[in-house]
């Protein structure tokens, strides 16, 4: 996986691959791929581990990842040492995924569009999210809080069970 490191591959895909969760902490432990701009993920995935190979890759732009995240946490202390992701532009992801990513770049200017992946309900016009693990309801209110203050201009759209369900901007 070493001469992945310094090829030219700007995408990579990953889609209904059936690894546990030690292949897919292998795999995206291994992966380094410095010109990284566009990735799409799918599969039961450690957030942990997820978590830890988005915020490597630094020159990532978008950010699509779907599937069953499995539990666990990034100890904040290992990510705020460090830029995190200061060129993202989009993210799409479960909610618990996009609370782990938002709360490390709610400074950066660049982020243009959150997709929010949820099982959850709104009512018409309500920012809390429901359906995320627990206490992720409550954090991603007060990161999307922070954010639409921050970034006037950022679209933020939840889907609901594959379903787009309602799109909210913070200048709405």
């Given at each position: 996986?070493?001469?992945?490191?310094?090829?030219?591959?700007?995408?990579?895909?990953?889609?209904?691959?059936?690894?546990?969760?030690?292949?897919?902490?292998?795999?995206?432990?291994?992966?380094?791929?410095?010109?990284?701009?566009?990735?799409?993920?799918?599969?039961?995935?450690?957030?942990?581990?997820?978590?830890?190979?988005?915020?490597?890759?630094?020159?990532?732009?978008?950010?699509?990842?779907?599937?069953?995240?499995?539990?666990?946490?990034?100890?904040?202390?290992?990510?705020?040492s460090q830029p995190v992701l200061p060129n993202l532009l989009t993210l799409h992801a479960p909610l618990a995924v996009c609370?782990?990513?938002?709360?490390?770049?709610?400074?950066?200017?660049?982020?243009?569009?959150?997709?929010?992946?949820?099982?959850?309900?709104?009512?018409?016009?309500?920012?809390?999210?429901?359906?995320?693990?627990?206490?992720?309801?409550?954090?991603?209110?007060?990161?999307?809080?922070?954010?639409?203050?921050?970034?006037?201009?950022?679209?933020?759209?939840?889907?609901?069970?594959?379903?787009?369900?309602?799109?909210w901007t913070a200048d709405a």
């Open positions: 996986m070493g001469i992945l490191r310094h090829s030219p591959i700007r995408g990579l895909e990953i889609y209904m691959v059936s690894l546990n969760q030690t292949q897919w902490l292998t795999l995206l432990g291994g992966l380094n791929m410095v010109f990284l701009e566009d990735i799409e993920l799918e599969g039961n995935i450690p957030r942990p581990a997820l978590t830890r190979f988005l915020i490597k890759h630094k020159g990532l732009k978008n950010i699509h990842i779907r599937g069953n995240m499995h539990s666990g946490c990034v100890q904040p202390s290992q990510l705020q609370c782990d990513i938002v709360d490390q770049v709610a400074n950066s200017s660049s982020l243009y569009e959150l997709q929010i992946e949820t099982q959850g309900q709104l009512s018409p016009g309500d920012i809390a999210v429901e359906g995320g693990e627990s206490g992720d309801e409550s954090r991603m209110e007060e990161l999307l809080d922070t954010l639409c203050k921050a970034k006037p201009t950022l679209r933020v759209v939840f889907i609901f069970s594959g379903s787009l369900y309602s799109r």
